[in-house]
C-alpha cells in the first residue's frame, strides 16, 4: 500500500492547538494542502540518494545519543511497535547495504550536566561518528570549534535533498559553513513542533465552530485564536475566581516554556536572522513583535490561560493538575507528539497549527523546541567520506521508512480522531522553524534568546524594557562572532 506523501522535510518542542473552525463533527472537510506540498503526492520509496557503493568492511558506527531519548535513532530488537521497528528496520537496511554494525554511545542528558562528549573530542580521541544532542548543545559544540563544517567536510551529505530540513539548513549557514543540522534521520523534530490541540467536545458544546477550515483559508490568525480563548474560559464553581482545580480556561499552555517562547514566531519573525550581507542581526524587536506580546499578555491578564504546572508570579497552576487533559480547557499547547500521550483521553481532540499573525502572514509557523536536537559531527572523526555516506544513507532511509512510519500510521492512523486533524498535521510539518537566535542561544543570549519565556516569569516585564536593556549586550556579542569568523 502506498502511503500519502506529505512527507516533507523533517525538521522539524510540543503541540499547539486551539478550537475555532465551523465544521460540525461529521462533516469531512475537502482539505487542501500547505502551499508547497500536494495530498496527491506519494512518497517514492525508491527515491535514490545517490550514493556510491561502498564495503567498510563491518566498521563499528557510532552514534551519540542521550540515554534518556535514544529510540528515534537507535533500537537493538524489533520490538511489534510500530515507529521502534521502523529505526530498527532503517538501521538494518544501512547496516547491510554498507557492511557496518550501527552502534549506541549513550550519555546522560547534557542540558542539565554540559557537554559530556567534548572531554574526549578535545583530547582528539575519535569516539563517535555522528551526534545527536539537545539542539543547544549542539551550538555549543559548535561555537568551541569541536564538530565538523557540513558543507565543507561532508562530501556525500545532499543538503538539498528532500530529507533534509530546508528551514535549518538555510538558517543556520553562516560565513559559508553550517554545523548544526536536522532531518528525517529522526523523527523527534516532528515530535517537538509546537502546535495546538483542542478539546472538541468543549467546542461543540460552546457552540464554536472548530479551526480547521480556518486553517485551510489562511483566517486561523492570532486574534481568531485570542477571540475563542477569552470565551472559552468560566468560573464554573461561582466563587468569583478562576482556578486550575474547579473552573474551566481558554487555553492551558503546560509550561512556563513553549507557548510564551513559541508565540514569537506567529509572524515569521526570529530572534536573530540573516542580513542582506548574509550576516547574523538581531530580529527579536519589531512593531509587530511588540504587537504579538501585547496582545499575548492581555489574553493572559483575562484569567482565560493556564500556565501548566509551574509556578509563575502570575499565571501559574501551583497544584500541578493538567486541567487540559481533565476536561476543563479549551485549547493544550505542545508539541506535536503530545497528542500521542493523550491518546487516552475520553474527550475527542483535534490539532490544528500554531496560529499564525494575521491573514497577510504567508503561512503558519511552529518553533521547534530545542529538545528536538540537532546533528553534529566530531571534528576528530577519521573518515569523513565515510561518515558522510552512512549520515546520508540513514537520513534517507529514515524519510523512506521512520517517518511515514511516525506521521503517517503512528500520528494519523492509530491516534489522530477524525480525517480533518489528519489533513492539519500536514500544516503542522510545513510550519517547523528552526530559529538560529533560538537555538544558538548564548549569541543573543538570555533573555533575548528566551524572551517570551522570561516575560511570564517577572512580573511588571515587557519587550520593550527588556530589550533595551539587553540589545547592548546582544549587539556586542553579534559583532564579536561576526569579527571572528570573518578572520
Same mark, same amino acid.
Given at each position: 500500500?502506498?502511503?500519502?506523501?506529505?512527507?516533507?522535510?523533517?525538521?522539524?518542542?510540543?503541540?499547539?492547538?486551539?478550537?475555532?473552525?465551523?465544521?460540525?463533527?461529521?462533516?469531512?472537510?475537502?482539505?487542501?494542502?500547505?502551499?508547497?506540498?500536494?495530498?496527491?503526492?506519494?512518497?517514492?520509496?525508491?527515491?535514490?540518494?545517490?550514493?556510491?557503493?561502498?564495503?567498510?568492511?563491518?566498521?563499528?558506527?557510532?552514534?551519540?545519543?542521550?540515554?534518556?531519548?535514544?529510540?528515534?535513532?537507535?533500537?537493538?530488537?524489533?520490538?511489534?511497535?510500530?515507529?521502534?521497528?521502523?529505526?530498527?528496520?532503517?538501521?538494518?537496511?544501512?547496516?547491510?547495504?554498507?557492511?557496518?554494525?550501527?552502534?549506541?554511545?549513550?550519555?546522560?542528558?547534557?542540558?542539565?550536566?554540559?557537554?559530556?562528549?567534548?572531554?574526549?573530542?578535545?583530547?582528539?580521541?575519535?569516539?563517535?561518528?555522528?551526534?545527536?544532542?539537545?539542539?543547544?548543545?549542539?551550538?555549543?559544540?559548535?561555537?568551541?570549534?569541536?564538530?565538523?563544517?557540513?558543507?565543507?567536510?561532508?562530501?556525500?551529505?545532499?543538503?538539498?535533498?528532500?530529507?533534509?530540513?530546508?528551514?535549518?539548513?538555510?538558517?543556520?549557514?553562516?560565513?559559508?559553513?553550517?554545523?548544526?543540522?536536522?532531518?528525517?534521520?529522526?523523527?523527534?523534530?516532528?515530535?517537538?513542533?509546537?502546535?495546538?490541540?483542542?478539546?472538541?467536545?468543549?467546542?461543540?458544546?460552546?457552540?464554536?465552530?472548530?479551526?480547521?477550515?480556518?486553517?485551510?483559508?489562511?483566517?486561523?490568525?492570532?486574534?481568531?485564536?485570542?477571540?475563542?480563548?477569552?470565551?472559552?474560559?468560566?468560573?464554573?464553581?461561582?466563587?468569583?475566581?478562576?482556578?486550575?482545580?474547579?473552573?474551566?480556561?481558554?487555553?492551558?499552555?503546560?509550561?512556563?516554556?513553549?507557548?510564551?517562547?513559541?508565540?514569537?514566531?506567529?509572524?515569521?519573525?526570529?530572534?536573530?536572522?540573516?542580513?542582506?550581507?548574509?550576516?547574523?542581526?538581531?530580529?527579536?524587536?519589531? /512593531? &509587530? !513583535?511588540?504587537? @504579538?506580546? +501585547?496582545?499575548?499578555?492581555?489574553?493572559?491578564?483575562?484569567?482565560? #490561560?493556564?500556565?501548566?504546572? *509551574?509556578?509563575?508570579?502570575?499565571?501559574?497552576?501551583?497544584?500541578?493538575?493538567?486541567?487540559?487533559?481533565?476536561?476543563?480547557?479549551?485549547?493544550?499547547?505542545?508539541?506535536?507528539?503530545?497528542?500521542?500521550?493523550?491518546?487516552?483521553?475520553?474527550?475527542?481532540?483535534?490539532?490544528?497549527?500554531?496560529?499564525?499573525?494575521?491573514?497577510?502572514?504567508?503561512?503558519?509557523?511552529?518553533?521547534?523546541?530545542?529538545?528536538?536536537?540537532?546533528?553534529?559531527?566530531?571534528?576528530?572523526?577519521?573518515?569523513? /567520506? &565515510? !561518515?558522510?555516506? @552512512?549520515? +546520508?544513507?540513514?537520513?534517507?532511509?529514515?524519510?523512506?521508512?521512520? #517517518?511515514?512510519?511516525?506521521? *503517517?500510521?503512528?500520528?494519523?492512523?492509530?491516534?489522530?480522531?477524525?480525517?480533518?486533524?489528519?489533513?492539519?498535521?500536514?500544516?503542522?510539518?510545513?510550519?517547523?522553524?528552526?530559529?538560529?537566535?533560538?537555538?544558538?542561544?548564548?549569541?543573543?543570549?538570555?533573555?533575548?534568546?528566551?524572551?517570551?519565556?522570561?516575560?511570564?516569569?517577572?512580573?511588571?516585564?515587557?519587550?520593550?524594557?527588556?530589550?533595551?536593556?539587553?540589545?547592548?549586550?546582544?549587539?556586542?556579542?553579534?559583532?564579536?562572532?561576526? /569579527?571572528?569568523?570573518?578572520?
Amino acid at each position: 500500500m502506498k502511503i500519502p506523501r506529505i512527507i516533507f522535510v523533517f525538521l522539524a518542542a510540543a503541540v499547539l492547538y486551539s478550537c475555532s473552525a465551523g465544521d460540525t463533527p461529521s462533516e469531512n472537510i475537502n482539505a487542501t494542502a500547505p502551499p508547497g506540498l500536494s495530498f496527491e503526492e506519494e512518497a517514492d520509496p525508491e527515491i535514490p540518494d545517490n550514493l556510491p557503493e561502498r564495503d567498510f568492511n563491518g566498521y563499528n558506527f557510532r552514534l551519540y545519543l542521550d540515554e534518556s531519548k535514544y529510540e528515534d535513532m537507535y533500537i537493538e530488537e524489533e520490538i511489534g511497535e510500530i515507529v521502534d521497528d521502523a529505526v530498527y528496520k532503517r538501521n538494518k537496511t544501512v547496516e547491510e547495504r554498507f557492511n557496518i554494525n550501527i552502534s549506541a554511545v549513550l550519555h546522560p542528558e547534557e542540558w542539565s550536566r554540559g557537554m559530556d562528549g567534548s572531554r574526549s573530542i578535545m583530547a582528539g580521541e575519535d569516539a563517535f561518528d555522528l551526534m545527536l544532542t539537545h539542539a543547544r548543545i549542539a551550538y555549543q559544540y559548535a561555537n568551541q570549534g569541536l564538530v565538523t563544517d557540513w558543507l565543507e567536510n561532508m562530501p556525500f551529505v545532499d543538503l538539498n535533498a528532500a530529507w533534509w530540513n530546508q528551514d535549518v539548513n538555510n538558517d543556520s549557514t553562516m560565513f559559508g559553513k553550517v554545523y548544526c543540522l536536522a532531518g528525517d534521520i529522526s523523527y523527534r523534530g516532528l515530535e517537538t513542533t509546537f502546535c495546538m490541540i483542542f478539546n472538541k467536545e468543549l467546542v461543540r458544546n460552546l457552540g464554536i465552530d472548530y479551526p480547521y477550515s480556518d486553517v485551510i483559508n489562511g483566517t486561523w490568525t492570532f486574534d481568531r485564536f485570542i477571540e475563542i480563548v477569552k470565551s472559552g474560559s468560566a468560573d464554573l464553581n461561582g466563587d468569583g475566581v478562576i482556578t486550575p482545580d474547579a473552573d474551566r480556561y481558554g487555553l492551558e499552555t503546560g509550561n512556563i516554556w513553549g507557548y510564551p517562547t513559541s508565540v514569537l514566531y506567529c509572524g515569521g519573525d526570529r530572534v536573530i536572522r540573516k542580513s542582506e550581507d548574509g550576516l547574523p542581526e538581531l530580529a527579536v524587536y519589531n /512593531e &509587530r !513583535t511588540i504587537d @504579538i506580546f +501585547e496582545k499575548f499578555f492581555d489574553m493572559l491578564n483575562s484569567g482565560a #490561560v493556564c500556565i501548566g504546572g *509551574e509556578n509563575s508570579p502570575l499565571w501559574g497552576n501551583p497544584s500541578g493538575v493538567t486541567v487540559f487533559r481533565n476536561g476543563r480547557s479549551l485549547f493544550f499547547h505542545a508539541g506535536m507528539g503530545a497528542i500521542v500521550n493523550l491518546r487516552d483521553m475520553e474527550e475527542e481532540i483535534g490539532i490544528v497549527p500554531t496560529p499564525k499573525y494575521d491573514v497577510n502572514t504567508p503561512k503558519y509557523y511552529g518553533l521547534v523546541e530545542a529538545y528536538g536536537g540537532l546533528l553534529t559531527v566530531p571534528v576528530t572523526i577519521s573518515d569523513q /567520506e &565515510r !561518515t558522510s555516506i @552512512i549520515t +546520508e544513507a540513514l537520513c534517507a532511509e529514515g524519510y523512506k521508512i521512520i #517517518v511515514p512510519a511516525y506521521y *503517517e500510521k503512528a500520528l494519523k492512523t492509530k491516534y489522530a480522531r477524525d480525517d480533518e486533524s489528519e489533513a492539519m498535521l500536514d500544516y503542522i510539518k510545513d510550519s517547523a522553524v528552526y530559529d538560529y537566535g533560538y537555538m544558538n542561544h548564548n549569541l543573543a543570549g538570555d533573555p533575548l534568546s528566551s524572551i517570551g519565556s522570561h516575560l511570564v516569569q517577572n512580573s511588571g516585564a515587557n519587550l520593550i524594557s527588556v530589550y533595551e536593556r539587553n540589545v547592548a549586550r546582544a549587539q556586542t556579542s553579534i559583532e564579536a562572532f561576526i /569579527e571572528k569568523n570573518l578572520e
